[in-house]
């Protein structure tokens, strides 16, 4: 036996002596037992480290060789001299035009540039590095802005608002045509003898492939494969729930189940899935660039820059403990929550689904949803060394909050819409049963396992005080047995 294992045996053979002459009624500690608050204080340096060794488990070993090379280090003295020469430029050698509205516009411009040039040289740096540590900062910086710009349009009149949208693009502020998205849901529709399968081609659109590529994000964001599935499906039913309210929630049965589920959604799911077994069997190991002989070398290293530095594999678990449970319900809850936005605000701010602010704004959340789920995750995962949610997450939550408020002011007459009696017993049934399977999973199940095991331990109790000793012996008799003997001594005197 090495000396780890043997200290390991003396500890735990310690610690069964103090819990046997606890259990046995005896009050007093033995000298070589260690006192109540130290054996709490181990159990949980024993958690502490069994958590430990369950995040390394899932991180990957990562070698680095140290290298920091001009583009990795600091530039904050540059950045503030280029921006400083700039605003001496606009101010001495430029004519200040008359006009209000194009000196507004770029007015504003000109602040939210000064602020990105501030967050990215000084903002905090998030669970990602690369490409480089100042592309995250910058979403950062640019989040803080996209809700800044909410609160200002949460803060208008409808009307205002609408119309200030007018200012990003002259195309904007106009009510959107009525346009019909249900149609006929015929797959084969041998009225048309030219072409049979026109509903299939004309739902073959540039959203298809949007779908694809959005779902094979989400999946590289998530990790996991039934947490995707489940938020797919359950946008599926959302389209059915509310497609009283939006008409392009109207869609055909083939269209949500078989192109959208199984197709779209399901084929970038298995993708993402497929590319995050490669991460994670990736080694990750960096060296500098002029550390690397070969050409071959320096190319890959270029392009392996665009991966992760290290790799971290997801295990929500929502089931091992109320928290996480929650958690993950409230991860879906905010994802759906966002999916619908996306709908709603194009509805309620007028604005066509081919508008470039509205693939911006996926452009956005893609590059945000990322590190915001990383956050969420080490929060969930290591609360004792991430204490607080992390600043891109709060910020994601913040937003999607930001814009549902803003759909509910600008149009509550179709968020007020009455909702369908059966789709509402649908939801009312799916809501309760998740209601019941918590409290039986972390209330009712728990209680019932605690029983079962304190009645196993007292019965354990009498058993161990019979158990024969080493020596063949049986364990010292206590009590009135002491006084008068074993009880073939009495019976020999009683003879």
Known sequence: MTKPESKRSAAVNATGKCATSVSGGNASLEPDCPSQSALLKANAMKQTS????????TECEVYDDGT?????????????????????????LEETPQDTAYNTKRGIVASILVFLCFGVTQAKDGPFTRPHPAYWRFWLCVTVVYELFLIFILFQTVHDGRQFMKYIDPKLGVPLPERDYGGNCLMYDPGNTTDPFHNIWDKMDGFVPAHFLGWYIKTLMIRDWWMCMIISVM?????????????????CWWDHWIMDVLLCNGLGIYCGMKALAWLSMKPYQWQGLWNIPTYKGKIKRMAFQFTPYSWVKFEWKPASNLRRWLAVLGIIFMFLLAELNTFYLKFVLWMPPEHYLVLLRL????NVGGVAMREIYDFMDDPKFHKKLGQQAWLVAAITVTEFLIVVKYDPNTIMLPIPFVVTQCWFLGIFLIVIWTLWRFFIRDITLRYKETRQRNQE?????????????????SGRSKLNGSSETVRMRKS
């Open 235 to 251: 946008f599926e039913f959302l389209e059915y729930s509310l497609e009283h309210q939006l008409p392009n929630f109207s869609e």
């Open 461 to 477: 109790v009498p058993a161990d005080r019979d158990r024969p000793l080493g020596n063949g012996s049986t364990s010292t008799p």
């Open 363 to 366: 452009v956005f959340f893609v």
């Open 50 to 57: 069994r958590e430990g060794m369950h995040r390394r488990n």
């Open 68 to 92: 920091n090379t001009f583009f990795w280090r600091a530039h904050t003295v540059t950045v503030l001299f280029i921006l400083t020469c700039a605003l001496v430029y606009v101010t001495l």
